[in-house]
């Protein structure tokens, strides 16, 4: 492992952009369509699939995180085409505005004019940080005094708790989606306990050999005690048992980013930042 504890630039192949960003698409795609029916319906949850890529829409989502579209770059270009018809599908699901997620590897040159066209705003930076599943960590990184389990449907309440304190989520509930993700078949649930209480989580979606890293928090009162270092250790080692080749995890672009640092002292290395390009319908 490196000695920074902040990530710096690693090249990516075009081949390895692509599997990361599908493998985001996925487990966000996933997170929405097992959740049951009825709260599909409550929440205006829809997906499509367009070009290879998920569009999603939540429109009872007030923070609009969820109406996103993203994945895209393997099955066509980016272009003004595919542009219009995310919105088309967006706006036809009832969304009024949303995010466009797309890799720096991936916009083509004209895209300042397509932005134009379209009305696209750049919005917040996010940076992709990845690491291959058999790199070393120093194991420093990954003690915890708190117990570490794979978490079940009884720990979702918990769950949601840390989500809704880690990142303001309060609206929408999100538990319908979370409880889907525990009973995923390709999702790796972990989560650190103090007693009976559950103090941080984070979960793992297996994509086509991708080990993709999502929704981890801990609550305010645990934090500095090391519970997402060893929630990254234990995922990483279910990606390695579930024969990944590959670690990627997204966060704020800052450097000062607990997330992002957390990442970088476990090993991972910053392979892009990615804009979030907004639109308005």
Same mark, same amino acid.
């Given at each position: 492992?490196?000695?920074?504890?902040?990530?710096?630039?690693?090249?990516?192949?075009?081949?390895?952009?692509?599997?990361?960003?599908?493998?985001?698409?996925?487990?966000?795609?996933?997170?929405?369509?097992?959740?049951?029916?009825?709260?599909?319906?409550?929440?205006?949850?829809?997906?499509?699939?367009?070009?290879?890529?998920?569009?999603?829409?939540?429109?009872?989502?007030?923070?609009?995180?969820?109406?996103?579209?993203?994945?895209?770059?393997?099955?066509? @270009? #980016?272009?003004?085409?595919?542009? =219009?018809?995310?919105? +088309?599908?967006?706006?036809? !699901?009832? *969304?009024?505005?949303? /995010?466009?997620?797309?890799?720096?590897?991936?916009?083509?040159?004209?895209?300042?004019?397509?932005?134009?066209?379209?009305?696209?705003?750049?919005?917040?930076?996010?940076?992709?940080?990845?690491?291959?599943?058999?790199?070393?960590?120093?194991?420093?990184?990954?003690?915890?005094?708190?117990?570490?389990?794979?978490?079940?449907?009884?720990?979702?309440?918990?769950?949601?708790?840390?989500?809704?304190?880690?990142?303001?989520?309060?609206?929408?509930?999100?538990?319908?989606?979370?409880?889907?993700?525990?009973?995923? @078949? #390709?999702?790796?649930?972990?989560? =650190?306990?103090?007693? +009976?209480?559950?103090?941080? !989580?984070? *979960?793992?979606?297996? /994509?086509?050999?991708?080990?993709?890293?999502?929704?981890?928090?801990?609550?305010?009162?645990?934090?500095?005690?090391?519970?997402?270092?060893?929630?990254?250790?234990?995922?990483?080692?279910?990606?390695?048992?579930?024969?990944?080749?590959?670690?990627?995890?997204?966060?704020?672009?800052?450097?000062?980013?607990?997330?992002?640092?957390?990442?970088?002292?476990?090993?991972?290395?910053?392979?892009?930042?990615?804009?979030?390009?907004?639109?308005?319908?």
């Amino acid at each position: 492992m490196s000695p920074h504890p902040v990530p710096v630039t690693t090249p990516l192949s075009h081949a390895d952009v692509l599997a990361v960003e599908r493998a985001e698409a996925e487990y966000f795609r996933r997170f929405l369509d097992r959740a049951p029916t009825p709260d599909r319906e409550r929440l205006g949850i829809s997906t499509a699939s367009v070009r290879g890529g998920v569009v999603a829409v939540v429109t009872a989502d007030p923070s609009r995180y969820w109406t996103k579209a993203l994945g895209f770059g393997a099955d066509g @270009p #980016v272009d003004d085409t595919l542009v =219009a018809e995310v919105v +088309d599908v967006s706006t036809a !699901a009832g *969304a009024t505005e949303g /995010v466009l997620a797309i890799a720096p590897a991936f916009l083509p040159t004209d895209w300042s004019a397509i932005c134009e066209r379209h009305g696209l705003v750049a919005g917040s930076r996010w940076a992709k940080s990845v690491r291959a599943v058999d790199t070393d960590t120093d194991d420093d990184t990954a003690r915890t005094d708190l117990p570490v389990r794979r978490l079940t449907v009884d720990d979702v309440p918990g769950w949601a708790r840390i989500i809704r304190e880690a990142f303001g989520m309060t609206e929408p509930d999100l538990s319908p989606m979370l409880r889907g993700a525990v009973e995923d @078949p #390709v999702a790796h649930v972990f989560g =650190a306990f103090d007693g +009976d209480l559950l103090v941080g !989580a984070a *979960a793992l979606h297996v /994509v086509d050999g991708v080990g993709s890293l999502n929704t981890g928090g801990t609550l305010p009162s645990h934090r500095g005690r090391g519970v997402q270092s060893a929630l990254i250790a234990a995922r990483a080692a279910a990606a390695r048992a579930a024969g990944c080749r590959l670690l990627t995890a997204e966060t704020g672009g800052a450097e000062t980013d607990p997330s992002y640092r957390n990442l970088g002292r476990a090993g991972f290395v910053r392979a892009y930042h990615r804009v979030n390009w907004r639109w308005t319908a």
